[in-house]
């Protein structure tokens, strides 16, 4: 099967930065795209950033504009989020997606989550 490892959350001052990471590994596959959701305590997740895996166009939810950029790098299978000018308001869990397409299952394409990693800003 397919494991997401992430890493880089932790506690921040307001206005300070975070570097988060996670690596797609396992059975061969294509990676399409992958991105970053978080989930606040009592909210639903909702979606933060993606990145386009072939032509590494991004997406990003209002919210971070500006602040938080999303990055791949192919050959590690890994994506990462730069975050910077934390508010108080992006603490939340998140969440790394990878959207792919397994080699024994082709005609598929699935999400994959990772196990999620908690970023907390302090006012």
């Known amino acids: 099967q397919v494991q997401l490892d992430g890493s880089g959350g932790g506690l921040v001052q307001a206005g300070g930065s975070l570097r988060l990471s996670c690596e797609a590994s396992g059975v061969a596959f294509k990676t399409l795209g992958m991105g970053w959701f978080r989930q606040a305590p009592g909210k639903e997740r909702e979606f933060v950033a993606r990145v386009d895996w072939a032509g590494g166009s991004t997406s990003y939810d209002d919210s971070v504009k500006g602040r938080f950029t999303v990055s791949r790098d192919n050959a590690k299978n890994t994506v990462y989020l730069q975050m910077n000018s934390l508010k108080p308001e992006d603490t939340a869990v998140y969440y790394c997606?990878?959207?792919?397409?397994?080699?024994?299952?082709?005609?598929?394409?699935?999400?994959?989550w990772g196990q999620g990693t908690q970023v907390t800003v302090s006012s």
């Open positions: 997606n990878a959207r792919l397409r397994l080699f024994s299952a082709w005609h598929r394409i699935d999400d994959y």
